[in-house]
């Protein structure tokens, strides 16, 4: 076998977490907030058909972003919410059909803190920010306190209602990535200040979903190589925390990087060749024993080889691509190739691209392959218009009396 056919190779071999689980190959899609819930919390009509469609076209496993156990704190009225009064048979019937031929689906545990949603809840964080476009107050100790067990709770519901593994969402600007920030993070006491107490309240939460969990139910963690923030979370602070949590009982670090800070540029829009934050993944190598996957930026198969065959990462994050052709990894291992085709956008408006994506989303989950807004502009307003129609809907059902409640 030549070289480049063992790098092939690669790309599909299953791998054994430590938890035991093990993937069918080394192509994860990666959490994407598809805002495809019901406006209630709960699955909506189409969510089951397109994660059955990632399983059938060879994904090794599926992470769904922003999986709430908070109404009052999801970042999106499409969010779902793990909850007493969830629809079981809903999420079983979601769950089901993504975990097909031994894919696997694993909940992404969110928490948007300071960028909740404020249409529908209570944008808390590590401290009290006025901003222009964020505005939020402070948690208090005992909120924050509660929180590691809170997490626990949404795991646990998470694999009881047939999702095979949680991913702790730990990146992108929202809670927990809040409070490793220090533009976010302002506190003076044991949750603030030194990098130490920034990182407590991740490793608290991930001891907690461990527990929750037991030993074989595979634990991610989604950490920021980067806020690409000036004075925000940088590559040096985040490597000491994937040093730290090496031996914290997690299963696979997903390194990703950016914020949807307001007027921020999103990560997932830059225009470059090859994966993100490669360089922080081989670095990351260096300090931590545990299984690395690396989002961002990785289009065609070439660069998914490259990036496995020089160890930098165990597994290779998708989301876009996957977007423009659910049978990707299908298409890569019958036949080398096969790269997606990524449109052109000129001069987009601020949040256009990942309206036009989201409603992609919408379409593959109808089967609507083909069927898309003709503009920018028009995919901005359908998917506002859509969140509009939610947002009423989740007042409604989590308030009840049509507006967020503090708590």
Aim: proline share 7%; glycine share 12%; net charge negative.
């Amino acid at each position: 076998m030549s070289d480049l056919a063992g790098e092939e190779a690669t790309l599909f071999r299953p791998l054994a977490l430590p938890c035991g689980a093990v993937l069918r190959n080394r192509l994860v899609k990666s959490a994407m907030s598809d805002s495809l819930g019901d406006g209630r919390g709960d699955p909506g009509p189409g969510q089951a058909r397109l994660y059955a469609r990632w399983a059938e076209g060879g994904i090794a496993g599926s992470i769904i972003g922003e999986v709430q156990g908070d109404p009052l704190a999801a970042e999106k009225p499409g969010n779902l919410v793990l909850h007493d009064g969830s629809d079981g048979a809903r999420l079983r019937a979601l769950t089901s059909a993504a975990t097909q031929d031994g894919a696997h689906l694993w909940a992404q545990l969110g928490h948007a803190g300071a960028m909740t949603h404020p249409a529908t809840g209570h944008p808390r964080g590590p401290s009290a920010l006025d901003l222009p476009g964020l505005r939020c107050d402070a948690l208090s100790r005992a909120a924050i306190a509660a929180l590691p067990n809170a997490f626990a709770a949404t795991a646990r519901r998470a694999v009881d209602h047939g999702f095979t593994g949680v991913q702790i969402h730990a990146a992108h600007g929202f809670l927990l990535s809040q409070f490793l920030s220090p533009l976010f993070n302002h506190r003076t006491d044991h949750y603030g200040g030194t990098l130490a107490n920034r990182m407590r309240l991740v490793g608290e939460v991930i001891a907690a979903v461990r527990t929750a969990l037991g030993p074989r139910i595979p634990v991610a963690l989604k950490l920021n190589a980067t806020d690409q923030l000036e004075g925000g979370f940088a590559e040096a602070e985040a490597l000491e925390v994937v040093a730290a949590l090496s031996g914290a009982g997690l299963d696979l670090i997903d390194i990703s990087g950016g914020t949807y800070f307001p007027g921020a540029p999103s990560a997932s829009d830059r225009v470059t060749e090859g994966a993100y934050f490669l360089d922080f993944a081989r670095r990351a190598r260096t300090v931590t024993r545990t299984p690395l996957m690396l989002t961002g930026g990785i289009k065609t198969h070439a660069q998914a080889i490259a990036v496995l065959a020089e160890g930098a990462a165990d597994v290779v994050g998708l989301a876009r691509p996957l977007v423009l052709n659910p049978d990707l990894p299908r298409h890569w291992a019958e036949k080398a190739g096969g790269d997606p085709v990524f449109p052109r956008f000129t001069d987009p408006p601020e949040g256009g691209i990942t309206a036009w994506y989201t409603m992609r989303l919408t379409a593959l989950a109808e089967d609507r392959d083909g069927d898309m807004p003709p503009t920018l502009h028009d995919a901005i307003a359908d998917y506002e218009s859509r969140d509009r129609a939610r947002t009423e809907l989740w007042r409604a059902h989590f308030q009840g009396d049509g507006g967020p409640q503090k708590t």
